[in-house]
Structures are given as C-alpha cells and as structure tokens.
C-alpha cells in the first residue's frame, strides 16, 4: 500500500486496473454519443445516383451553345421527375426532362439549368442563355464512393455522425460496450434534495456530480444512494455493488475523523488497498482499493474535493475503460492573468478560467475568492485547473503556468 501517491503514480494505479472495453453492435439510434469500435466503410455510393440539386430541366448543354434572350434554345419537355421517382427517357439533343430537387438526372443529360432561368411555352422550354457541360450536376458518389471509409474506429458518434451512416444505409454499428459504475456516497449528515433537513443536516450532492460525470464520459451509472457512516452498511453495499458494477466510485469517509470508515471497511472486506491519500490539495483525501477484482476509487466527501480528484484522477481510466480517447485531459502552458499570493506547501489544483487572448495565446485566470476546498459553486464558474508546484511561494501576473484542460 502507498501512503501519499503522487497524482501522476495514482493516476497510472487506477488506469493500471481498468479494462479495456469489448464491443457489441447496437441500431443507429442507439449509437448517439458510443464510440466506434471499428471503422466504417461506405456500403453504397452517396449520392446514390446522378441527382439534380434544384428546380429545373435537364438537357445536353450542346443544344444552348448561343442561346440569347434574342435566340433562345426551344426544348421539347418529355418528362417530370420528382424526387423518389425515375425517368426511362434517354436525354438526346433537342429534348428536356423535367425534374424537382434531389430527383435522379436521366441518363444522356449533362446538365441542369435552374426553373428560375427558363419560361415554359406549351411543354417546349425556352433557355435563353449558355449552360455549359455538368453544370448543376451531383454525381453519384461524388460524396463518398462505395467502400470509403465513412468514420475511424474510436470516434464518438455526434448528431453528424449518426446522420452520415443513416444517409449511407447503416443500420447498426459496432461500439464499445459501456461499462458500469455503482456510486454510492456516506454520512450521517446527508439527505436527499426535496426532503426538508433537520438541524445540522444537508443535502447530498456528490452523488449527483460524481453519475452526471460518470453518464457524461460514457458510463452506465447504478447509484446506491446515500448510506449512514456504519461500517456493516457500507461493506454489504460495496460488496453487492461489486457483483453488479464493473468499479464503484465512493464519496465520504475518507479523512481522519472518527467517522472515516472507508479504509477500515474496505480492509475489513479484504480488499488490497492500492494507495491512500495523494500529494495534491485539494482532493488529497482519498483511497484506492481493488475488491473483487474491481476497482473501488473513494474521494472525499467534501464536494469540491471530489470533483476535483475525479478530475484529476479518472480521465485516463475512464478513457481505457470507455474506449473514448477524448476524456483524456489535455496539459499546456498558459499566461497567468492575476497575482496568486498564497503560498503552497503542498502542490496545488486550483480552479481557473482558461480563454485565448485576441492572439489566440493561452490564458488563464485563478479563481481565487472562494477557494476553500468545500465550496462547489467555484466549479460553476471554471473550465480548467491551475497546477502549482509544492514549495511555490506564489504567482505573479504574465507568469507561465501548467493547466490542465
Ligand atoms: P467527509 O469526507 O465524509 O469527511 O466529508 C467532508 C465534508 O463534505 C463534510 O463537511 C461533509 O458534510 C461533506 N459531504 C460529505 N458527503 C457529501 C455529499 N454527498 N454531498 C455534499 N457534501 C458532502
Ligand atoms: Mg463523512
């Protein structure tokens, strides 16, 4: 067991126990928001067909070579296509079809001039100017060609995605099966939002952050609900999670007090515990433990705290477990827009605004005013943290920082 990881060493620990995902095929409605778990090649050629894109008639763009208001070029019209129909009429010269946006261009046409450009004169179509070859004309395939790739394995499939393989015929695809989380938070103190609280008692809110994250990044949450600061309670809940989740997430009971039972609980399963405790404030309030072969990550239940440390911590095992290289947190160098004063003993996650300047520079700006490690409404006004080395006597304005994304 380590006492006091460093955030990088526990960050691996965690990711270390993570499984990679197996696939399963799931209908395109299903799909939204899952993550490719092969690439998909095209089954068709989009556009299907030779399509018009307007309102017009198609027709050999050699019989307008001179059309002029003066000596417009008269078309026999022979036909009418809408859009789901098809014409068997060959286009040779002399002669036009009729056709309505998105409708298949009949073969021997190369063109199609717009509605708006012509005048219709007892089924002859008067053309008054020059079109010239393919003009107006969609090829069929011109999008994607039969056996393109259409989307990489892992990408996440978006509202764009979904409707690209719906427009190419893809019903279902194979995606990473989501794995499933149990989340269950500890104290006495806590209740449920909606119940009315008796002194010295408040609203649980970890749960709610700790499964909106969890859904956010792709996971199948299965919350336990609060439970009272009693070890039998707590161990028969870990131990049932255990059977149903593939990892559980914790909040509370992970500090000094005499009410912290979660490393007493998680010994007294005979879990290994992993690491307790990690070298950054705040968040360091927390232990990693394997039971049943499933990783058990409490976090402290101070909300803040744990938001943090779930940020911190999580990303890479939830990338591994959920396939989603996109959860990964990205690190890069910012300019520092406010002085920092306080000094750190220990190293430091501090919440900050991260923006680009009109230059398109990295910037960011500590949110300093409210930074007790409780105080979660800090997270509403955040996109990033500030990583201050331990021994740091301070910052300073224009000062580079390390945040991370
Ligand atoms: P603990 O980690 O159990 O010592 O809790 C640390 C602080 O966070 C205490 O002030 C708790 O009342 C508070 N707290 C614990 N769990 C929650 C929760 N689920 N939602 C909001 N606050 C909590
Ligand atoms: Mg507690």
Known sequence: MIEKAELEEARRLI???GCAPGAEKVALPEAHGRVLAKDIT??????????????????????????????????K??????????????VTGGIAVRLMTGSPIPEG???????????????WVVIEKELIPWENYCFRGENLRKGDTVLKKDSVLQAAAIGVLAGVGVAAVPVYKKPTAAVLSTGDELIEPGTLPAPGQIYGSNLYTIACR???????????????????????????AAGRADFIVTTGGVSAGEKDL????????????????????????VLFSV?????????????????????????????????NRSLERRTMQAVLQNDFDKKSPVRRALRGKFWRDCEGKAVVEIIDHMHSSGNLTVALKSNCYVDVEKGSTGLKRGEMVRIIV
């Open 15 to 17: 990711e270390e126990r």
């Open 42 to 75: 095209a089954p068709v050629d989009y556009p299907p067909f030779n399509r018009s894109p307007l309102d017009g008639y198609a027709l050999q763009a050699a019989d307008t070579v001179g059309a002029s208001p003066g000596a417009p070029a008269r078309l």
């Open 77 to 90: 019209v022979v036909d009418t296509v809408y859009a789901g129909g098809y014409s068997h009429k060959i």
């Open 109 to 123: 046409a190369d063109c199609v001039i717009r509605q708006e450009d012509t005048r219709l004169e007892e089924g």
């Open 214 to 240: 969890l859904k956010e990044c792709g996971v199948n949450v299965l919350s336990t609900g609060i439970l009272r600061d009693d070890s039998a309670a707590i161990g028969n809940a870990v131990a049932e």
């Open 262 to 285: 979660m490393a007493a609980v998680m010994k007294g399963l005979g879990a290994e515990i992993v690491f307790r405790g990690v070298k950054i404030r705040p968040g360091s309030a």
């Open 291 to 323: 039971f049943g072969g499933k990783p058990v990550i409490s976090l402290s239940g101070n909300p803040l705290a744990s938001a943090v440390t779930f940020e911190l911590l999580l990303p890479s095992f939830l990338q591994k477990i959920t396939g």
